[in-house]
């Protein structure tokens, strides 16, 4: 994803709350072993990479274009329904990708830029539930689901955003917990502690009968993230001179 993301021979810019910056640092540490890097890259990782969007293509959202009857308009707004069987799509590996990520991020603090680090919240018992899933032991626990969205802004297909739990709406009655994660033009919503009247079953992608895959303009919401990210962040020089 990182060579995914640079243009005309420069490095990617990755923003942080306090820097954004042209830079070749990766968020990364040495953490597993090359058996489970395995499992991780053949649970999803490899998959995932040929429906990204690559700078010149994208993957699922053209296999959508030219299955127009793999799915449907869900309301005026333009939020589509696309069934993930009809399209011949792997959802099962979508979702573990997305587990994997919000899993990973909450079993470390990742290093980011300048002595700042990156994490998310999983307690304990479910931290062993979703490594027993990832090891393939079990199947996903039965109030885990995973939202794909595939956006059809340009802005949302050139980003990568972290795990980050979602904010701004209030899941307190319900208990329900979010994480959001965007990768190229698609966006994950692992969703955790989800109760039986929840409808895992109308807007998941493993749970769903026909494995639900939804599409919509996905703009406003990146680009939120990114003024949010904006707002505090020192701008280095070497992205000052592109800009």
Same mark, same amino acid.
């Given at each position: 994803?990182?060579?995914?993301?640079?243009?005309?021979?420069? +490095?990617?810019?990755?923003?942080?709350?306090?820097?954004?910056?042209?830079?070749?640092?990766?968020?990364? @540490?040495?953490?597993f072993c %090359?058996?489970? %890097?395995?499992?991780?890259?053949?649970?999803? %990782? &490899?998959?995932?990479?040929?429906?990204?969007? +690559?700078? %010149?293509?994208?993957?699922?959202?053209? /296999?959508?274009?030219?299955?127009?009857?793999?799915?449907?308009l869900v309301?005026?707004?333009?939020?589509?329904?696309?069934?993930?069987?009809?399209?011949? =799509?792997?959802?099962?590996?979508?979702?573990?990708?997305?587990?994997?990520?919000?899993?990973?991020?909450?079993?470390?603090?990742?290093?980011?830029? @300048?002595?700042?680090?990156?994490?998310?919240?999983?307690?304990?018992? /479910?931290?062993?539930?979703? &490594?027993?899933?990832?090891?393939?032991?079990?199947?996903?626990?039965?109030?885990?689901?995973?939202?794909?969205?595939?956006?059809?802004? &340009?802005?949302?297909?050139?980003?990568?955003?972290?795990?980050?739990?979602?904010?701004?709406?209030?899941?307190?009655?319900?208990? #329900?917990?979010?994480?959001?994660?965007?990768?190229?033009? =698609?966006?994950?919503?692992? =969703?955790? +502690?989800?109760?039986?009247?929840?409808?895992?079953?109308?807007?998941?992608? #493993? /749970?769903?009968?026909?494995?639900?895959?939804?599409v919509r303009?996905?703009?406003?919401?990146?680009?939120?993230?990114?003024?949010?990210?904006?707002?505090?962040?020192?701008?280095?020089?070497?992205?000052? &001179?592109?800009?």
């Open positions: 994803m990182y060579k995914l993301s640079r243009e005309k021979g420069l +490095n990617p810019v990755v923003m942080t709350p306090r820097l954004a910056t042209h830079t070749q640092e990766q968020v990364k @540490e040495y953490m %090359e058996k489970c %890097e395995d499992l991780f890259n053949r649970g999803g %990782e &490899r998959y995932l990479g040929r429906l990204v969007y +690559n700078g %010149e293509s994208f993957g699922l959202l053209d /296999r959508m274009k030219l299955a127009p009857f793999g799915g449907k309301t005026p707004e333009g939020l589509g329904r696309f069934s993930g069987q009809r399209l011949g =799509i792997d959802t099962d590996k979508l979702a573990y990708y997305a587990v994997s990520l919000v899993w990973r991020a909450a079993v470390y603090k990742w290093r980011t830029l @300048e002595g700042q680090t990156t994490t998310v919240e999983l307690d304990d018992k /479910r931290q062993e539930e979703l &490594r027993h899933y990832l090891l393939g032991h079990t199947g996903l626990p039965s109030d885990v689901g995973v939202v794909v969205t595939v956006c059809t802004d &340009r802005e949302s297909q050139g980003w990568i955003f972290l795990p980050t739990k979602a904010v701004g709406r209030d899941y307190s009655t319900s208990g #329900v917990t979010m994480y959001g994660v965007l990768v190229r033009g =698609i966006l994950f919503h692992v =969703i955790v +502690n989800a109760p039986g009247r929840f409808p895992l079953r109308d807007i998941c992608c #493993v /749970r769903s009968e026909d494995k639900v895959l939804w303009d996905c703009a406003e919401e990146t680009k939120h993230s990114f003024m949010s990210l904006k707002a505090k962040a020192r701008v280095a020089e070497n992205l000052k &001179r592109r800009v």
